[in-house]
């Protein structure tokens, strides 16, 4: 039972127009969700997370948008640019003594075209 | 950013060897991971660690063993490997509690082949 999913395997965009990666959940008690991005041969890099507190995080060209009742998020990326190319993963974990345990998506691999 | 070091990051060893996977971190975290991911999958939890002689095993069953006899260090051992054992290990670490528990950081990873 897959509890994070990421159903677009890929997703392919234009030099500086807008990527939006999305992602949906089945667990409610997922109260804490981040977005990695990785290259090949890599490990995940953290961009950026949102509590379930809120339901929209900024930071420069990212933000991520909750809605909890639809059990969905999403990361935009305006502009995109080519260095922005890359696996991106969803996560989520429950918080309290699941902190820092993660439940990871499949991934989207994001080309951005210049 | 945290600084997590993994050696070795690729290994090509023979079925039925021992392997041991190092990781270090650098920023005193008390919380260590390790992840595996199979090429175009995701990520899954085999084993973690709240500090130092504590070790829990994750979501994903593993014939991997982990030990955390210093805060800093968190070793994975594969006692006899076989071809399913073929992944990329990703260790990772994060802060004590609160939301910035919540948000782990990786090292590298290690490529492991068994042939």
């Known amino acids: 039972d897959q509890q994070v999913k990421q159903n677009s395997p890929s997703l392919s965009v234009q030099e500086g127009r807008i990527s939006i990666l999305n992602c949906d959940y089945t667990n409610s008690m997922f109260d804490y969700f981040l977005w990695y991005k990785k290259y090949p041969a890599e490990g995940p890099t953290f961009l950026i997370s949102?509590?379930?507190?809120?339901d929209k995080n900024e930071d420069g060209r990212f933000t991520v948008f909750l809605n909890k009742s639809a059990k969905h998020l999403s990361l935009h990326i305006v502009p995109s640019q080519p260095g922005d190319s890359a696996v991106y993963f969803c996560a989520a974990s429950a918080g309290g003594t699941s902190y820092g345990k993660l439940t990871f998506g499949q991934g989207t691999i994001l080309t951005v075209h210049p | 950013e945290a600084d997590i070091y993994q050696t070795p990051r690729y290994l090509v060893i023979g079925t039925g060897k021992k392997i041991t996977l190092e990781c270090s971190q650098t920023m005193g975290h008390d919380k260590m991971y390790w992840y595996q991911q199979d090429p175009g999958m995701e990520l899954h939890l085999i084993h973690y660690s709240y500090g130092v002689n504590s070790t829990e095993k994750g979501d994903l069953s593993s014939e991997s063993t982990v030990s955390r006899i210093r805060t800093e260090h968190f070793p994975l051992t594969l006692e006899s490997a076989r071809p399913s054992h073929t992944s990329q290990y990703l260790c990772?670490?994060?802060?004590?509690?609160?939301?910035?528990?919540?948000?782990?950081?990786f090292g590298e990873g290690s490529w492991l082949t068994v042939v």
């Open positions: 990772a670490s994060s802060e004590s509690g609160g939301p910035g528990g919540n948000t782990i950081y």
């Open positions: 949102i509590s379930s507190i809120k």
